[in-house]
């Protein structure tokens, strides 16, 4: 149980998976604005200098892409943008080590593409993202409290109009210990699976 459920007895966060896709969705995004903008934006933009050339490239093309994934702010949990865009420094490092794994002769040209095609999506993508995120975070303080299950099955029974009789552990174990056990309980209880096995 401690894969879904904390210390405090709340129900984890699937947080670090839906980063994970919204990453890849967010790879997917800027994969696709490079394949759209790179040509047209090789004709149109010279600066005089290799590096500047590239560098406002991939500053235009790093903008509309975040603009674009930025709308991942429009989920419920507002921590998906910002730990998605600190997935993608993640994944430009990942690539880096995968260039200085490359040959010699080949590793400095595989630098500069990734430099010239992920540096810029990073940097202004968590330099978007953050103090947004932060925002949002100063205006709704409780944005990151999460209840407790008792708190959530409590405010499901009662949204579907049943009742829950509040009762303590000590009343809730003598209750159960008065009532026969079932097939499943007595066999659970028999191979250690149980409450008395655990």
């Known amino acids: 149980m401690s894969f879904f459920i904390d210390k405090d007895n709340r129900r984890k966060s699937p947080i670090a998976i839906a980063a994970f896709f919204t990453t890849v969705a967010y790879l997917i995004v800027y994969g696709v604005l490079i394949s759209l ?13 290799n590096a500047a050339t590239a560098a406002a490239q991939s500053i235009l093309i790093s903008i509309p892409g975040t603009a674009i994934c930025c709308l991942a702010f429009l989920l419920p949990d507002k921590r998906v943008a910002p730990y998605s865009f600190a997935g993608l420094a993640v994944v ?4 880096y080590v995968a260039v200085w794994m490359l040959p010699e002769e080949s590793r400095g040209l595989m630098a500069q593409v990734v430099t010239m095609f992920g540096l810029g999506p990073v940097l202004i993508g968590n330099a978007a993202a953050w103090p947004i995120y932060l925002k949002i975070k100063r205006r709704h303080p409780a944005l990151d409290h999460r209840k407790t299950l008792r708190q959530e099955i409590l405010e499901t029974v009662e949204r579907s109009g049943g009742s829950v009789e509040k009762t ?4 809730a174990s003598a209750a159960s210990a008065q009532r026969p056990r079932s097939a499943e309980e007595e066999a659970m209880a028999l191979f250690g699976g149980g409450e008395d096995g655990v």
């Open 168 to 171: 303590t552990p000590e009343a």
């Open 92 to 95: 430009l490092a990942m690539f």
């Open 37 to 49: 903008l790179s040509e047209p934006l090789y004709r149109s933009v010279s600066l005089g200098n």
